[in-house]
């Protein structure tokens, strides 16, 4: 797990680690500088020559305190480095004061515009973490100078116009090739556009206090490899009815599909039992498909009706929604599961569309519910506008989750969770998964991950990490272009083999 601080916390460990920890700031500074130079001398004689030409371009705040500091470290090296320092602002920063008269003493060639000679590298000191409003004016122009000119683009800590908190281009933004950010990944860099203009984020530490960062405990964090230990261990001593029994209700007259990908997806993952109520339409289909599946189908309001009183006393987690349609059957099943069930609840496309009608309906729930609108069906429940959801995507997501007493799964190419408190960011995944049914596959992981033991939360953070696994591995195998949701489901039992092999 590692933490996504947004500007206030990284700021707040900033000062803490300088105040509190009694750790110079210009020790920081020196570690930063230090990391950007080990990250270019990693990239010479490959993407760099040997001997660099630099541009190094910085405001008056400790950003570009870092970015002078580099310009002495990589002079002191033997490369070439000249300094452009806008001093637009009216107050420049202690440390930047002295990092500038160091950088003059050594003659390093600072000027106040920026020539239209060519550079192997440009560096981006202007803003980093304290940029707190549209870029305009003198810093807009600079910074659009910069990304026309040739060269490897290197953003300190940030690029220069990306919110460190929302990732949104405040007026303009730098596009870096390379990110190196310090401490802690952060928020911005991760969402979207902030990760288009950052490239490749190199997180670096540079000596903030581990104990800042706990006690501060940032609100959003992402998952990596280690946290596939979260999974539910499976037990020598173990039958079939161990690993839970999830009910899919999924499918409607001819449309068969979706109810295939959730119900293979939760054996997948690794459930002991799926049985999957549908319109009697899909049996031979779904028998055929999926034939591990038990099947109960339905073709009118009164066998839908038994089919839910069915899941009700049958199953340990209920899935409704995937390729459901709006039918009166389809109603009357949901609203029936919603105020009938004690068990956990996973509700997917048209459970949400029929909800979206009727959202008084997900507040009669008794136990747990997980949502996992994408951005349509997100904008439908809020009639929010799908723009403005994904300028602040984080807070409809937690909003959402407080209001309804939820969890919400909001899908994006950065799908969050939230369930009112903390957020999950996650990062694992890829454009591939654009493809129908891939929002069916992720359903029935998460609804697998609960049969098997994952409390819901977990179930639902840890599901859309290894979803996104899979599809990683799923490009690789097959390409972003021609994967289809089945190459999903294929590969999530090479993603959870890998952590059986680790023994995590
Ligand atoms: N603390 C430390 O010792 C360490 C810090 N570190 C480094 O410092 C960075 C944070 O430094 P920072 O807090 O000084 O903020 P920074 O990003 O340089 O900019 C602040 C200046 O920009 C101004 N400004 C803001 N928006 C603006 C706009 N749109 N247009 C124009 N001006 C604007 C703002 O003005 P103000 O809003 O105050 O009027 C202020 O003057 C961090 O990212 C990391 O690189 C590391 O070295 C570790 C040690
Ligand atoms: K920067």
């Known amino acids: 797990m590692f933490y996504l601080p947004d500007r206030d916390e990284m700021q707040e460990i900033d000062r803490r680690t300088i105040k509190e920890r009694g750790i110079p700031g210009i020790l920081l500074m020196e570690r930063a500088a230090i990391s950007i130079l080990e990250e270019i001398n990693a990239r010479k004689d490959t993407v760099l020559p040997a001997r660099v030409k630099c541009l190094i371009v910085v405001e008056g705040g400790n950003n570009g ?39 003059r003493n050594l003659g390093i060639q600072v000027t106040d515009e920026i020539s239209q000679k060519e550079y192997d590298i440009i560096v981006d000191g202007i803003f980093g973490v304290g940029l707190k409003r549209d870029v305009a004016g003198i810093w807009k122009n600079v910074i659009e100078q910069m990304n026309n000119m040739p060269g490897y683009k290197i953003a300190v800590d940030l690029p220069s116009g990306v919110d460190a908190t929302t990732g949104q281009v405040l007026g303009t933004s730098f596009r870096a090739d390379l990110t190196v950010t310090f401490g802690l990944n952060k928020r911005g860099l991760v969402l979207h556009p902030g990760c288009d203009m950052a490239g490749q984020v190199v997180v670096r530490e540079i000596g903030f206090s581990d104990r800042e960062v706990q006690d501060i405990a940032p609100e959003a964090y992402g998952y990596d490899l280690s ?20 009910a899919v209700i999924a499918g409607s007259a001819d449309m068969s599909g979706a109810a295939v990908f959730a119900a293979e997806a939760a054996y997948r993952t690794g459930t002991g039992l799926v049985k999957v109520y549908t319109h009697s339409l899909n049996r031979t289909v779904i028998g055929n498909r999926i034939p591990e599946a038990v099947l109960m189908t339905y073709s009118d309001e009164v066998e839908a009706l038994k089919c839910a009183e069915d899941a009700v006393s049958w199953a340990d987690v209920i899935l409704v929604g995937p390729g459901l349609g709006r039918s009166g059957e389809a109603e009357e099943l949901l609203r029936y599961v919603i105020c009938e069930a004690e068990q956990p609840l996973v509700l997917d496309a048209d459970a949400l569309n029929i909800i979206s009608q009727d959202l008084e309906l997900l507040k009669k729930h ?48 950065r799908t ?10 996650n990062t694992s995944g890829n454009n591939g998964m ?47 272009n021609g994967m289809i949701a089945r190459d999903i489901v294929e590969s999530i039992p090479m993603v959870i083999k890998g952590v059986e092999n680790e023994k995590l």
Not at 77 to 83: A, K, L, R, Y
Not at 416 to 425: E, F
Not at 452 to 476: F, M, N, Q, R
């Open 65 to 103: 305190g870092d970015g002078l500091a580099l310009a002495r470290l990589l002079a002191q090296q033997g490369d070439q480095v000249e300094v452009c320092y806008i001093s637009g602002l009216s107050k420049v920063s202690d440390s930047f004061a002295y990092q500038l008269d160091i950088v």
């Open 227 to 246: 946290d596939l230990a979260r999974l539910p261990k499976r037990s020598d001593n173990s039958n079939k009815g161990t690993y839970g029994r999830a």
């Open 366 to 413: 008794r136990g747990e519910v997980t949502v996992t609108p994408h951005l349509g069906e997100m904008s439908r429940l809020t009639d929010i506008a799908i723009p403005d959801i994904k300028k602040n995507i984080l807070r409809v997501c937690k909003d959402f989750a407080m209001e309804y007493n939820v969890i919400d799964v909001l899908k994006d190419s």
């Open 416 to 425: 969050c969770v939230s369930r009112g408190g903390d957020i999950y960011i």
């Open 434 to 480: 654009s493809t129908a049914g891939a929002g069916d596959v992720l359903a029935g992981v998460i609804t697998g991950l609960i049969a098997t033991g994952s409390s819901p939360y977990e179930a639902a953070k840890l599901g859309v990490y290894i979803h996104g696994l899979a599809g990683d591995l799923a490009a690789e195998r097959m390409g972003k």
